[in-house]
C-alpha cells in the first residue's frame, strides 16, 4: 500500500518514467524513439484501444481507404524518407498486399492503405522494443483511458477510467484529434447518434442500395465515406453539404519547384503570400507545370509563418485561406478521387455549398437535416435514408466532452492555444498553464498542438515532433 498526498490509503500507484496519454501515431513514434535513445527508462502507453499505433486513422479495415500521401511521402523515420518504401518493398515481396500491382505504379508511389500503415508502424515499434530491451528499457500498454491528471513537484499522477493510479516523472499528452460535433441546435451525441460511422461498411450495406444517403462535411472524411459507400454496394443519390462547397483537390506527384519562401523571409502576412503563391501557380501552368508543385513548396514553412503571425493574422488566414487551403493542401487519394470525379460527373454525388442547422424530428428510419444554402435567408429542410457526419474535427479543448480535457481546463493545468485551436504550450512541447507558466513534467504532442504550428497532424509532421520531443524529455 501507498499513500496519496491527502494521506488517504491506496492500493499501490504504478511508476513510470515517462506515462504517454494516448498510443495512436504520436505516442507510439515517441515511445519508439525513446526506446532508441541510449539509457534506460520505463514507459506506460494509456490508450484504450486493443492496439497501440493505429488510433482512428489507422485503425481502417478497408483497402480503399488509403494514405492521402504516397509512401515517399510517410515515412515515420524523419532520418530516412525511403523508410515507409522500404518496408512495403519488403512486405509486397513476401506476399502482402497482393491487390498493390493495381495501382501500376513503383512501389514509392504507391498508396497504401491506412490499416496496412498501421502494421508498419506496429513493426517498428516492435524493432524499438528489441533494441530498448537492449539497454534495460521498456514500454507497455495500459489499456484505459486517463480521466484526470495531477502534477506534484518532482511528478505526474494519472488518474484511469479503471481506478488505476499512475505516476511518472513525465506525461505527455498524445490524445490525437477529437471529431467534430457542430450541431447548434442539437447535442454533440444527437448528431453522432442518428449519423452513420463513415467508416462502417458493414452497416452501410444494410441500407436500401437506391436510397439517398446525406454528408455534412465535403473533406477527406467525405472522402472515405464515398469509398464506404462504393464498397457497401451504395448506389443512390449522395447530397453533400458544407460551408463552401469545395471538393478536396487530386493529389498528383508535381515535379519539384523553387522554394520561395525560403528565399523571402519578408513574406509574412496571408495577404502576401496568398498573392506570390497564386502568381508562382500561374507561372507554373504557363511553363506547363503541375499548380501543386509551387504549393508543395509551402508546407516546410507553415509552423514558421504560423507561429510567427500575430493573432489578427491568423485569423484573417482561417477565415479568408483556410477553406481554399484545406481543399487544396490535403488532398485526396488519386483512387478515391476518381470515384468522385466519376460520381459528381454521373450526378449521383451532388455538393452544395450550405451549413448544417440542426437534426429534424424524422420517423420510418429516415433522416431529416436543416440546412442553410449559401446566400440564402431562408433554411430548409432535406431528408434521406442515412446521415454520414463528416465535419471535421473539434480543436477546441473547452468543447470536448471527455474527462481528461474538462479535468486539465478546471485544474488551470493547460489553457486554450491561440484562436482557441488545441493547447498553448512552448515550441518544445512544454504545456502552458492558466496562469501562462510552462510546465515542467507535462508536454504535448500532435493534433493538441494545432494553435502553435497550426499543421500539426500529418504522419511526417508527429514523427519529426516525436523525435525531438524524446531528445528534450532525455535530456
Ligand atoms: C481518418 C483519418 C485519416 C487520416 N489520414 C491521414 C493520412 O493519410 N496521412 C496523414 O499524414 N495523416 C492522416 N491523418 C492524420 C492523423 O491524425 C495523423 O496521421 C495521426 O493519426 C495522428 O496521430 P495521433 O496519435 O496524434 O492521434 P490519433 O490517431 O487521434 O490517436 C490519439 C489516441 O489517443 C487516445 N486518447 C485520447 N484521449 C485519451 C485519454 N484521455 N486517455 C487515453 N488515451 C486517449 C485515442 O484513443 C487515440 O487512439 C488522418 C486522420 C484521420 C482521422
Sequence with gaps: ??????????????????LIVGGGLSGTMLAAQLLRLPGKRSMLVIEPRAELGRGEAYSAVELGHTLNGNAARMSVDPDNADDLTQWLTDHITAGGWPESDQQHVPVSQLFPPRGLFGVYVQQRLAEAQVAGTLQGSTVEHVRAEVVDLQTRDDSVLLTLSDGQRLQGAYAVLATGLFPAARTPQTESS??????LDPWDVAAMRQLDPQSTVLIIGSGLTMVDAVVSLEQAGHRGPIEVFSRHGLLPQRRRQPPAWADFLDADHSLRTPRQLVRELRRHCRDAIAQGVDWQAP???VRAHVGRLWSQATDAQRRQFVRHVRPWWESHHH???PLSAE????????????IQAASFKGLEPASNGAVRIRIRRRGEVETVVVSGAALINSSGIEYDWRRVARPLPQQLLARGLIKPGPLALGIAA?????????????????FAMGPPLRGIWWESTAVTEVCSQAKALAARLVS
Excluded: K
Design 295 to 297: 504549393l508543395d513548396t
Design 426 to 442: 512552448q515550441a518544445d512541447g512544454a504545456v502552458l498553464a492558466a496562469d501562462g507558466q510552462a510546465a515542467q513534467r507535462l
Design 190 to 195: 444527437g448528431l453522432n447518434a442518428a449519423a
Design 1 to 18: 500500500m501507498s499513500e496519496t498526498s491527502s494521506g488517504q490509503a491506496t492500493d499501490a500507484i504504478r511508476h513510470a518514467d515517462i
Design 339 to 350: 470515384l468522385i470525379e466519376l460520381l459528381h460527373g454521373e450526378g449521383r454525388l451532388r
Design 331 to 333: 488532398r485526396s487519394p
